[in-house]
């Protein structure tokens, strides 16, 4: 269960409270193009709003490497929150994030007042975890809570740094809901549990393997994530994503899987093709008959079913990464089946992975999952079972 001290612990009345939230949101231009994880904070905000707190909320964007940059001013996020609360959010544009319009900004809020600091990655101090920023952020606080649960796998100034000047650390409410539902999820699951992997960050995610087999009944691999396994049967994979310094490890997993029971399954039939592109000639082939000049790039129909049969019991599904290149409409037909076959399913359902969540939205079937997760790394690691700084610097209960 979740054992850190969540915002309802906290008395805020009155009180300066800093919230790091993840307002880490596409932009075309300066309008926000997937308001998603803006949305996903505002229940934090609000109950702090509503209890009277001096809500100082800060975030990332993109990646400025340190610098002040435009292109990634949080200036759009004050905007949508504005209109989304009902209430101005004063923005502090403080190059230094930490400066006079903070400063000031913060010294003339009333109970209740919102406001939203510069970009925390415009400070190079940030992502290295350096004790000056975190010391200038907590001095515009008296507590702190963490509500940016995608970048909860990150010891940075904004996440961790600052609990070592601020005693008060609490969770928002998104933190708390995605531990649990992945913390439900893993470790006291309805059963039998199921784990969908596929996607391209093959090197990222293939180490999360080792923890699942521990826990699930059925594992179930796509995406790009198939190829090193079928290279660790002996077959020949043609151009298709290969992590070669990881088939080894494949098959050692396989092994794995073998020796505790847990059925793991790739595909059987693949659709390849013989470029990166929709247009592509392309074909379906069994296993072992990738040959050179062609690419796998979504499970075939056979796998398709194998798939869903394996997932017709299932009580609770976790999945992260697509079984294909679901962004060209010849090579989406895996990745769409799982989404609908979860959809239907009779079971806790939790996606993970921006491309994932991106997929089942897509198809439209966003609201019939269980729970999305807004964080693909950090749902990713702590799935592999690793501590989450940001959440470990928190005040246990
Ligand atoms: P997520 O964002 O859900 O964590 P990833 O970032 O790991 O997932 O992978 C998503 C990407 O994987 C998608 O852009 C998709 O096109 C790509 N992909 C899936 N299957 C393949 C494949 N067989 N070959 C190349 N790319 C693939
Ligand atoms: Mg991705």
Known sequence: MFNKKTIED????????????????????????????????????KYLMENGAKVILCSHMGKPKGEPKPEFSLAPVAKSLTAKLGKEVVFAADDNVVGENAKKAVAEMNDGDVVLLQNTRYRAEETKNIDTFSEELASLADVFVNDAFGTAHRAHCSTEGVTK????????????????????????????????LGGSKVSSKISVINNLLEKVDTLIIGGGMAYTFMKACGEEVGDSLLEADFIDYAKEMMDKAEKKGVKLLIPVDTVVATAFDNDAEHKTVGRGGIEAGWQGL???????????????????????????????????????????????????????????????????????????????????????????PGIVALNDK
């Not at 949101?25 to 309008?31: A, N, S």
């Not at 803006?38 to 905000?45: D, H, K, R």
């Not at 998104?174 to 699951?189: C, F, M, T």
Request: contains cysteine; proline residues 4%.
């Open 165 to 196: 000047y601020l005693k008060e650390a609490a969770a928002g409410y998104l933190i708390q809901k995605e531990i649990e539902y992945l913390g439900n999820a893993v470790d006291s699951p309805a059963r039998p549990l199921v784990a969908v």
């Open 298 to 388: 979504d499970i075939g129909e056979k796998t398709i079913e194998l798939y869903k049969d394996a997932l017709k019991d299932a009580k609770t599904v976790v999945w992260n990464g697509p079984m294909g290149v679901f962004e060209m409409p010849n090579f989406a037909k895996g990745t769409n089946a799982i989404a609908q076959m979860l959809a239907d399913l009779d079971a806790i359902t939790v996606i993970g992975g921006g491309d994932s969540v991106a997929a089942v939205n897509q198809a439209g079937l966003g609201d019939k999952m269980s729970h999305i997760s807004t964080g693909g790394g950090a749902s990713l690691e702590f799935l592999e079972g690793k501590e989450l």
């Open 10 to 45: 906290l008395q805020v009345r009155g009180k300066r409270v800093l919230v790091r939230c993840d307002f880490n949101v596409p932009l075309d231009g300066d309008k926000i193009t997937d308001e998603t994880r803006i949305n996903g904070a505002l229940p934090t905000i």
